[in-house]
């Protein structure tokens, strides 16, 4: 017999250990001592400690984000302000900002007025943001610091058009939340009506078709979006003033819904329902804007069955459901009501007024909106959420892996047991 067979037969050996039928059970003997109510205790306490861990990396991140900004080169102040952005759009800093307000005022307002357009437009882009993350503490001072060159950059024929529209966006959400003074706002109305002027019609009442009009179509519609939003601040009767004998009239407004742009005549026609539903009564049958409206509607049916083949395909699908909507308005006064999730709570709104102020919202806070929510005050009051946050109404939180995980070995540890129990009942019996 060959060697390598005769010396494998005296090398193979059992290695099996004595049969345990706790582990073969699948029992972890190291929890074993623990019950499930304090392992649940030291998974809260574990958990909290992540929480706060993660929590501490994000603001160092945060406060990291803040020093380049400081940068020599436009770019890089650029994209700190965009990742600024970005990161202030997942957590909220519950005050963290409120010691570096003065810092923050600064680079915003320094970058508007004297950066480059890509600096420009960023920096608008985050000044609603910033002045809800930094709290109650300090912000009217940065309100009065970022405004007024908000609106420079706005109406500043040297910026970009793209940075310009973002300008008119973010200072519209910038009023509607931090303004309480009427003043500032009537003057914000003012200037946006000095922009979206140039789509009204010409003298001789025809459209404006040229290049400059089509280009700054965006322009013209965000400046337009953004006089809607603040109009529903004023009274009634002041809003019904203003359209019967300031600029723009509701006639004016009318004008718009001629414009080459489509942006224009959607914001047109979402300004025009806004402005009748502000000043109109609800259990008045008659609005003052009564004969405005008859003289409008031809053109709205018009723009609601627009089938016009020089358009594009989707400019005539978007823009007739948004004028039956606006024309269903005008002729049976009903109102789509619509409801959006906000974390756990739900906005509701049925009217004009309402749906405007949530799409700027969304626009200019984007994931914020969720995380704000629940702890600003300024926030809820736009979304018409009640008053004060629901925190202690709150849902719990799903169980992260490791709470399934130990949930499952504790459950599995208990069928187990009980297995084993009729296991040991069954085998006496057979033996007697």
Known sequence: MPKGKKKGKYEHRRTEQAYSSDEDAGIDMTIDNCSETSGQSDLKSINDDAENEIQEKFEEKVLELIESLNARANAARAGAFVSLRAALQRRALDGLLSSHRATLADHVSKALRRGKDGERKAAAAIAPLLALQIGEEGVEEFVREVRPALAATAIDKSA???????????????????????????????????IFSGSYLKGDGSVKVSGAAVEEGLWHAAALDGW????????????????????????????????????VRMAAGGALAIAYETVTDEDDADSPLSAEVDELLPRLTELARDSHKYRAKRDRKIQRATFRDILKYFEEGEVTAMSVRVGSETARWESWAGGAAYAALAGALGGALQALAPRCVRLRGALALSPAPLAAAAPARKPNKLQRHLQNTAACKARTVARNKNRDKRSAALAI
């Not at 019904?240 to 942006?263: D, H, I, N, R, Y």
């Open 228 to 263: 809607a939003l603040l109009l529903p601040l004023l009274a009634p009767t002041h809003a019904l003033q203003l359209l019967t004998t300031q600029a723009p009239s509701f006639a004016k407004l009318g004008e718009l819904l001629e414009a080459v742009s489509l942006e």
């Open 160 to 194: 970009s058009l793209d940075t310009r529209t973002e300008c008119c966006s973010s200072l519209a959400v910038f009023c509607y939340l931090m303004e309480d003074d009427l003043s500032e706002i009537l003057e914000v109305m003012r200037m946006y009506e000095t």
